[in-house]
């Protein structure tokens, strides 16, 4: 059984900084790629980011040079900081990762979601 926790949303004015964090845990073997989508209330679940096992990282036009995303694989936990934070940056935020489990199949899991609201 594999778990994605979620930490870190809150209520922020327009402007400042959140740091997201998502840990994952269980029984598995390796974990690959890790990302963060988020969905605003009557819209579609969306990409933010994304970070690969070697650390390479995809971002949606909409936040490039304000989020960062980052991992630390010895805690198997993936970050999102968020800078310069906008109004629309409002919505739930899940976390993904694709993981390898004990066997060689790879499934992909979610977290919780984590609510950022962004005022103006």
């Known amino acids: 059984q594999v778990q994605l926790v979620e930490s870190g949303g809150g209520l922020v004015q327009a402007g400042g900084s959140l740091r997201l964090s998502c840990a994952a845990s269980g029984s598995f073997s390796s974990i690959n790629g890790m990302g963060w989508f988020r969905q605003a209330p009557g819209k579609q679940r969306e990409l933010v980011a994304t970070i690969s096992s070697g650390g390479n990282t995809n971002y949606a036009n909409s936040v490039k040079g304000r989020f960062t995303i980052s991992r630390d694989n010895g805690k198997n936990t993936v970050y999102l900081q968020m800078n310069s934070t906008k109004p629309e940056d409002t919505a739930v935020y899940y976390c993904?990762?694709?993981?390898?489990?004990?066997?060689?199949?790879?499934?992909?899991?979610w977290g919780q979601g984590t609510q950022v609201t962004v005022s103006s």
């Open positions: 993904n990762a694709d993981v390898t489990v004990v066997g060689g199949v790879t499934y992909r899991y």
